[in-house]
């Protein structure tokens, strides 16, 4: 059985906890979103149906270890995204979070409200005093979504990420703080409604 939500967002969308039944109908989801995931993300290039059951046994055990924290993004029962910590640095107390969605759940706001529960609950769980978002430069509604959230544009990252092949991309580096003022914003912030278009980050 599926666990049940955890995080409640808006407009019928919540979180909950990756599960290994969750498999077939995550890579269902990958494939039909495969070419514009794949545009981004080297993964999406060619994941099986047993990488993404190995992502989610990862996942899982990332998760009892303290290493790691995912969440499905779900909407009518149905798995509509991925949003996750693949690793929380617990020495350096910093985490990245990635995320993803179906095309068809965009322009709702349920990334930005489901990127700001996860990286507010991570502060306050495994006491961050840094979490980072990586996007494509070119994903400007990528980038979007941690400008939103008043993540702090810290540089880019020149040809830092393989997408394919002989393409590399170079990567904006934002960044938020525990200290800073917008992360106090965060949990008002993922209760409200906002304008979410391509959202897609490094995982």
Not at 56 to 74: L, N, T
Not at 168 to 183: F, W
């Amino acid at each position: 059985m599926t666990a049940a939500p955890d995080f409640v967002l808006h407009a019928g969308y919540s979180l909950r906890e990756l599960d290994q039944a969750d498999a077939d109908e995550l890579h269902a989801l990958i494939e039909r979103n495969r070419p514009r995931l794949a545009r981004w993300m080297h993964w999406a290039q060619s994941q099986t149906a047993q990488d993404t059951v190995a992502f989610v046994r990862r996942a899982e055990q990332k998760a009892r270890e303290g290493r790691g924290f995912h969440r499905c993004i779900v909407a009518d029962g149905r798995i509509a995204g991925v949003v996750g910590f693949s690793t929380i640095d617990s020495l350096n107390r910093s985490a990245a979070i990635g995320y993803w969605l179906d095309e068809a759940h965009q322009r709702h706001g349920a990334m930005t409200a489901a990127v700001a529960a996860l990286v507010d609950h991570a502060f306050d769980r495994f006491k961050l005093n840094r979490v980072e978002i990586r996007a494509d430069v070119e994903n400007a509604s990528s980038c979007a979504i941690a400008e939103r959230l008043g993540f702090q544009r810290e540089g880019v990252a020149r040809q830092a990420y393989r997408v394919a092949g002989e393409r590399y991309s170079d990567d904006a580096v934002y960044s938020l703080l525990a200290a800073d003022p917008a992360r106090r914003a965060l949990t008002s912030r993922a209760q409200r409604r906002d304008e979410a278009a391509e959202p897609t980050a490094r995982r």
